[in-house]
């Protein structure tokens, strides 16, 4: 069974502090992406990556950053987390050029403290 | 940019009657995908139906199909026979078809959250 596989279901951490999330594919896709859900809010895209050490902004990459140095990890960094980063953050990967849309991750429920 | 609506915020179903999510969209493309995404409390996404915009046939699987209006931008679920395990958040999802490299993105709308009753 394919997966997408986030290291962390819940994670607390402290202002400040930085903040690493992990996330690991097994379908050799070409393209990961880095969801935080809000209420109200839905799926707001952070970062992406289609490639290899590649990764593009999405529409609120303030605040994180990213990593891509194998094709199947993708790693969502914090820098100095702040209470309003506290959310659900969900990674997921597609391949085929998207057309059968994207396989996610069972999510990292982060609080910062 | 696109833009995708879901203008029911919660729903509720009795077991065994049938439901339909509104969904609409907005783009001036002419080639796209559109998805439903089911997310139970247990928080896993998963893929429930997908639609390619230049079909003309409404997607169905088993229980789940779709009334696709590509005139009027719409694209609704229907779930019939509604089950207790139906109980989850959905969302609708809007692709632009083949973009290049990096363009393969999904634009989520809000969630309807849905609630089915024994």
């Known amino acids: 069974d394919v997966k997408v596989t986030q290291s962390s279901r819940y994670l607390v951490k402290r202002t400040g502090e930085k903040v690493f999330l992990e996330c690991v594919q097994d379908m050799d896709h070409e393209n990961m992406f880095w969801y935080r859900q809000d209420p109200g809010l839905g799926l707001r895209l952070i970062y992406f990556s289609y490639d290899v050490k590649m990764k593009e902004k999405g529409d609120i990459p303030e605040g994180y950053s990213v990593s891509r140095e194998k094709k199947e990890r993708f790693s969502l960094i914090l820098e100095s987390a702040s209470t309003n980063q506290t959310s659900m953050y969900l990674c997921?990967?597609?391949?085929?050029?998207?057309?059968?849309?994207?396989?996610f991750g069972s999510g990292t429920r982060l609080t910062v403290v | 940019a696109q833009t995708v609506t879901q203008s029911q915020p919660e729903m509720s179903v009795q077991e065994a009657e049938t439901v339909t999510l509104s969904c609409t969209y907005d783009?001036?493309?002419?080639?796209?995908?559109l998805f439903w995404y089911k997310q139970p409390p247990s928080r896993q996404m998963i893929l429930v139906i997908r639609?390619?915009?230049?079909?003309?046939q409404n997607a169905t699987e088993n229980r789940f199909s779709v009334n696709f209006q590509k005139a009027a931008k719409s694209f609704s679920l229907k779930i019939s026979d509604s089950q207790l395990g139906d109980t989850a958040m959905y969302f609708c999802a809007f692709m632009k078809r083949d973009s290049g490299a990096g363009s393969y993105q999904l634009t989520f709308g809000k969630g309807t959250k849905l609630s089915v009753i024994p």
């Open positions: 783009t001036s493309e002419n080639n796209y995908y």
């Open positions: 639609q390619e915009a230049y079909k003309q």
């Open positions: 997921a990967s597609s391949g085929g050029q998207g057309r059968y849309g994207y396989t």
